[in-house]
């Protein structure tokens, strides 16, 4: 296999009801990934991209080939990816191995999406049926239902109090939304908030209240791939993508007794340190999938982190600061940046590209001299992908 | 080769108040909800079987921000329960107060119930779903 690097990245602002459609959001985040790499339609060779609920939010399917068109790559092949939130990092593992194979020198890949349009209900509906929909749907689980059962269960394995994991939790939130006013991009950047707002917030399911969730989100993010060759005459700073991993779950209920922790997510950072030939000590930065507060504890346990059962501790100790032992979310996470599903992959990965090149001092959230980062994404019930990013100067 | 418990066969029984499940000739396990394959040995060697729908809770919450079409059901537990056979579950707990669910849920006994979702415009007809009844209730 050929060495593949990032050479471009793009990153629209996330937020609520902005005003342009998904379609014209990747098309500005990809000619912003393009322009860093001074790369013209032409020499695009293929089109990978994420999206998940075009169909419901735009009544839009296979917007895959017409992004492809609108950005003057005529023709060429373009796939869409639909791994719910894992869409992007999906994306970016297949449009890894094209590029790795020989078959294609440069293409563009990343993810769009337009949640808020759904409104709140049909939003809520809509991400349920990342669950199973025979069997767990009908009892009426939802996303946050999901993590709120993986709550109760991991105060009850390791023997947590919930008043404790209630303090934990609310830390990570405020961590995340503190970040988060540091990245121009975030949807809440202009909001810091504090525990007693978490501990206090409405109830969505017990114990995860409203600013243990993240929110629904539009937005789009872009990266541009290119073989080490093509690589070297597009950019000074190639960022490497030394490590992948994926793997999949099977419906919530049947993933016992190994639960509260994620298997997949194990086995799929497992292959990517493999790969890259790094373990978790090896990670300066890692931008990890916090769609709710508990699934950071579990998502830092899972990828090594931390034993099981003491992953609020990292939060508590402050490890997961700018300055702390292993970074976590400086992005403000999907929790503060926003979380348009088919595009988050596509986010955390441009994050760790411009923290690894020094892009972010300005925005007062730049890691000093971090050199590898982790991406960690978990789509719905079943799909978890990992990447290893590496600078490559 | 032929699905052994369909979907369709599971959730007519369920309706019934009796759960089906799946035991495996290879090695002996019980898979429930069915699916094509043992969860424990991966063996598609499977014949249905009658379970006992007694188990204890494991972990629950309840919700209070419903799907589209399901805000009147808010508030609602959803449990997960290890039956006595082996397998986890997924249902209902509508034996209390939901406002009251809390940790002293789980590992309480329980035995089967069966209430059905009707189904809403996304999903292919209604549904049965575990009911669950506290077995310790004096
Ligand atoms: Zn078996």
């Avoid at chain 1, 059962?149 to 405020?174: C, D, G």
């Amino acid at each position: 296999m050929r060495k593949v690097a990032v050479v471009g990245t793009g990153h629209t602002e996330f937020g609520s009801d902005l005003p342009k459609t998904e379609i014209e959001m990747f098309c500005e985040a990809a000619t912003e990934a393009m322009a860093e790499c001074d790369l013209g339609p032409q020499q695009v060779e293929a089109l990978f991209c994420g999206n998940v609920f075009g169909d419901f939010a735009e009544g839009q399917g296979m917007i895959q080939s017409f992004i492809a068109n609108e950005l003057g790559f005529h023709n060429v092949p373009a796939t869409r990816f639909e791994g719910a939130c894992a869409s992007a990092t999906v994306a970016i593992r297949d449009a890894f191995m094209w590029v790795a194979s020989g078959c294609y020198d440069i293409v563009v890949v990343g993810g769009t999406e337009k949640a808020t349009a759904m409104g709140t209900p049909l939003a809520t509906r809509t991400f349920a049926m990342g669950a199973e929909a025979k069997y767990e749907f009908a009892p009426g689980l939802t996303f946050p239902g999901f993590f709120a059962l993986l709550a109760h269960l991991y105060a009850s394995t390791y023997n947590v109090s919930l008043e404790k994991l209630r303090e934990q939790m609310s830390l990570i939130s405020v961590q995340s939304h503190y970040y988060g006013t540091k990245n121009p991009h975030a949807q809440f950047r202009h909001k810091e908030i504090t525990p007693e707002q978490v501990s206090g917030g409405f109830m969505v399911a017990s114990p995860l209240r409203l600013l243990d969730c993240c929110p629904f989100s539009d937005g789009a993010a872009v990266l541009v791939l290119a073989s080490e060759e093509a690589a070297k005459k597009l950019t000074d700073k190639p960022v490497y993508i030394t490590g992948l991993g994926q793997a999949s779950s099977p419906r919530l209920s049947a993933q016992a007794p190994y639960l509260p922790r994620i298997r997949a997510r194990e086995l799929s950072a497992m292959q990517a340190y493999k790969m890259a030939g790094v373990t978790p000590q090896d990670i300066d930065i890692c931008e990890l999938h916090d769609c709710f507060s508990i699934a950071s504890i579990i998502a830092a346990e899972n990828l090594g982190f931390a034993q099981a059962g003491e992953g609020g501790r990292l939060w508590e100790n402050g490890d997961t600061k700018i300055d702390g032992k292993i970074p976590i979310n400086i992005s403000g996470g999907l929790k503060a940046k926003g979380h348009p599903i088919g595009a988050t992959g596509a986010s955390q990965a441009c994050e760790i590209v411009r923290q690894l090149r020094g892009d972010l001092a300005d925005s007062g959230r730049q890691v000093a001299g971090a050199k590898t980062g982790l991406v960690d994404t978990l789509g719905g019930d079943g799909i978890i992908a990992n990447l290893v990013l590496q600078a490559g100067w | 080769m032929e699905y052994k418990l369909p979907f369709r066969q599971y959730h007519k029984a369920l309706m019934k108040n009796q759960l089906l499940g799946l035991k495996c000739g290879n090695c002996g396990a019980i898979t429930c909800p069915p699916q094509m394959s043992c969860r424990s040995c991966s063996s598609y060697d499977l014949e249905v079987t009658q379970l006992s729908g007694n188990g204890k809770i494991t972990t629950y919450t309840t919700i209070f921000v419903a799907p589209e079409g399901r805000e009147t059901e808010a508030p609602y537990i959803i449990v997960m329960v290890e039956l006595d056979e082996g397998p986890w579950i997924m249902g209902n707990l509508y034996d209390m107060a939901p406002e009251r669910a809390g940790m002293d849920l789980i590992g309480r006994p329980v035995t089967l119930g069966s209430r059905i979702f009707p189904g809403d415009r996304y999903s292919d007809g209604p549904m049965a779903r575990p009911a669950f009844l506290f077995a310790d209730k004096a």
